[in-house]
């Protein structure tokens, strides 16, 4: 089965660091995501992507953080620089959508779990 | 503000037996309802989907339900399993906004004991 990448699995570094994160989306998806979770707010859209191109960014927080797709196999999310509440878990989740057939379901990687000291 | 609830923050029933998920939505432009699984350590996974059209979904053993007057959805899995023991996110996407939005509910841990 085609799966969505995500790596590292685990991230720990001080407050203060750049934070990089990967995701090789699924072969011939047109959409990618980026999600984070929390205990307190739960699973929150960070920004998304269709065909490379930036759709919507709105959950994110501008100042420290950006999301990128250098090429249709690899969409990076930095964070710089980085903060204790920043420690979560983030999500990547790929999909294909066109706006003729909606209800595709979205498919995730198994996260990287990211802590900031 | 919460546009996707799931009440319960854990089920716990007998192998066997009906789990019964509940997940209520405020948006009324809401059209398009998944459920995932997600097992700790990993991503969450699709389960089952409804469109607003319909108001019954079945696939094996687990059946969506949706009540759109009562901005309302339910998961039946019928019999659980032990596997079917993980936690249970409903999301909700509106096609006017962009029907690849999903708003999730922030799950519900199910336990299924043998």
């Known amino acids: 089965d085609a799966r969505v990448t995500q790596t590292p699995r685990h991230k720990v570094t001080e407050m203060g660091q750049e934070v990089t994160m990967r995701c090789q989306p699924i072969l011939g998806h047109n959409t990618v995501f980026w999600y984070r979770q929390t205990m307190m707010q739960g699973l929150e859209l960070l920004a998304y992507f269709r065909n490379r191109a930036p759709l919507d960014d709105s959950g994110m927080p501008k100042d420290r953080f950006s999301a990128e797709m250098p090429d249709a196999t690899l969409a990076t999310l930095k964070i710089q620089p980085s903060e204790p509440r920043d420690s979560a878990v983030y999500f990547c989740?790929?999909?294909?959508?066109?706006?003729?057939?909606?209800?595709?379901?979205?498919?995730f990687g198994d996260g990287t779990r990211l802590s900031i000291l | 503000d919460q546009q996707v609830k799931q009440n319960s923050p854990s089920l716990s029933v007998q192998e066997g037996r009906i789990s019964i998920l509940n997940c209520d939505y405020t948006n009324s432009m809401f059209d398009y309802f998944l459920w995932y699984k997600k097992y700790p350590a990993e991503g969450p996974t699709f389960l089952i989907s409804i469109s607003s059209i319909k108001d019954k979904n079945e696939d094996g053993r687990f059946t969506v339900f949706l009540n759109k007057s009562a901005k309302h959805l339910s998961l039946h899995i019928v019999p659980s399993q032990p596997g079917d023991s993980a936690v249970y996110f409903c999301a909700a996407s509106a096609t006017q906004g962009g029907s690849e939005k999903l708003v999730f509910g922030k799950g519900t841990k199910l336990t299924v004991n043998p």
């Open positions: 989740a790929s999909g294909f959508f066109l706006s003729d057939r909606v209800g595709q379901p979205q498919h």
